[in-house]
């Protein structure tokens, strides 16, 4: 059937409205829901580099009677602001020197007074699409305690495993970060299947995800790096407080 | 499957609404015109999200889901759309609940939606959603256009699953990994497995639609038309 184009106008326009008005709706609806699905998601994240969460565990009271947050600058120093509210993708298109980090300080389970882990938060580019992480240092500012990796479209099987594969991110457990006062970061080599335990800044590498690992490797001396001054900082005090 | 389809008609037999023509809406996409391998629609998201059970069956969901409603919908209004602009109200339509089904599990299932990232969104420009809408629920009242997209829908899910069974079974040695019914059958049985790589790519998943086409025409002795 032939319609006049009034019609049609007037038709296109109702529908526009119809369903821009529905969507407009549900989305102020699911706001608050989305968002604290996304924060109890980073705080997961944050908890789950060191330490195993269970069914039975609320993570938001893990969270808050163990972790402090805060931001710092290049130079390791505290600066204005809400750990929550960095946008970590954002700051990484800035200059290194310029950019504001996240820390998440989480103090021993048993004297809360005593600070345990350092979790810095890294953003990087994988094969197909971003890839994140979180980086749990142990105390001494050097060695890492675990990772947990986040990505957006890495190939399921093969480079999505240093999301879904315990075998690989657990791989960090133990290396360190500096040689003596140089960075040299950790690195993911090409190849799977050798034996690295010995040494302390290299990692097996995932077979069929060199690409990947590439990428995972540039984020986190990138982001090493970025947060040089600030563990170097931690070492020092680590290294008085062990004298 | 043919116990599934004889379940459910046994099932609806003593509903009204469920009538023989009805039926055939639900059953006939499992088969005889599946929508992937016979119609050959919605094959590149049947290659992407089948790497992996857990991520195909949401899928399944997603665009079965999807398909009802938006063929119900636009079967309830098909009389006041204008011809001249149909796709791009079918369009609309479509993501229309796509959109929303997106949302939702942003709120409430955030590992699902972090899960299936982009392949929420592909849904919109799957084929078999558009083809049936053109197809069948332009011409046809809500309740059979609701059923047909509900049909076309399990079929969709049923060569999805058969796909993401063989490809994690075979490509990484495990059943529904990531679920709480995970089972790794070569570890259990002591066999030594090496994952198939091919299969874990998508050349491996058109590799096996291609021989599922080949086993159902096989056997239901279809014939290209001249």
């Given at each position: 059937m032939q319609r006049s184009n009034l019609y049609i106008l007037i038709y296109t326009i109702v529908l526009t409205v119809v369903c821009g008005v529905v969507l407009a709706v549900t989305k102020q609806l699911l706001a608050p829901a989305q968002k604290m699905q996304i924060e109890l998601d980073r705080k997961k994240n944050i908890l789950l580099t060191f330490m195993e969460l269970k069914e039975s565990d609320d993570p938001l009271k893990i969270y808050s009677s163990r972790v402090k947050e805060y931001v710092i600058n290049f130079e390791g120093e505290k600066v204005e602001g809400n750990a929550g509210d960095i946008n970590v993708e954002k700051q990484s298109k800035k200059p290194k020197k310029e950019r504001l980090l996240p820390v998440y300080e989480i103090s021993s389970i048993n004297d809360?007074?005593?600070?345990e882990f350092y979790v810095i938060q890294t953003w990087g580019k994988g094969l197909w699409d971003v890839i994140s992480s979180f980086v749990s240092v142990r105390s001494d500012g050097n060695t890492i305690n675990g990772v947990v990796f986040n990505h957006k479209?890495?190939?399921?099987g093969l480079g999505a495993r240093i999301k879904d594969d315990p075998n690989v991110y657990k791989r960090y457990k133990g290396k360190t970060i500096f040689e003596g006062d140089q960075l040299v970061s950790v690195e993911m080599k090409k190849g799977e299947g050798k034996d690295y335990s010995d040494k302390p800044h290299e990692i097996d590498g995932m077979s069929g995800a060199t690409l990947t690992g590439k990428g995972v490797n540039a984020m986190l001396l990138e982001y090493t790096e970025c947060y040089q001054k600030f563990l170097l900082k931690r070492r020092e005090m680590y290294k008085m407080a062990a004298h | 499957m043919s116990t599934d389809v004889l379940d459910l008609k046994e099932e609806k037999?003593?509903?009204?609404?469920?009538?023989k023509k009805n039926r055939q809406l639900l059953s006939n996409p499992l088969d005889?015109?599946?929508?992937?391998?016979?119609?050959?629609?919605?094959?590149c998201s049947a290659l992407a999200v089948t790497v992996q059970m857990k991520p195909a069956i949401y899928m399944a969901f997603g665009l079965t889901f999807v398909t009802a409603f938006s063929n119900l919908f636009i079967s309830m209004i098909r009389n006041s759309i204008p011809s001249r602009i149909r796709i791009i109200v079918q369009l609309a339509v479509v993501s229309l609940w796509v959109i929303l089904v997106d949302e939702l599990l942003r709120a409430y299932a955030f590992d699902v939606s972090k899960q299936l990232s982009v392949f929420v969104g592909l849904i919109i420009t799957n084929c078999i959603v558009m083809g049936r809408l053109e197809a069948y629920a332009m011409a046809n009242k809500p309740w059979p256009s609701f059923l047909d997209g509900v049909g076309n829908g399990l079929g969709y899910s049923a060569i999805l699953l058969i796909l993401a069974t063989v490809r994690e079974l075979?490509?990484?040695?495990?059943?529904?990994?990531?679920?709480?019914?995970?089972?790794?059958p070569f570890e259990a049985m002591n066999l030594p497995f090496t994952g198939n790589g091919v299969l874990m790519m998508p050349a491996g998943a058109c590799i096996l639609i291609g021989l599922l086409i080949w086993a159902q025409r096989a056997r239901n002795g279809y014939r290209e038309e001249a």
């Open positions: 809360s007074s005593k600070t479209a890495e190939t399921p | 037999k003593s509903e009204a609404l469920f009538s005889s015109d599946n929508p992937v391998t016979v119609q050959i629609l919605g094959i075979f490509g990484q040695g495990s059943i529904m990994k990531g679920t709480p019914l995970e089972v790794h």
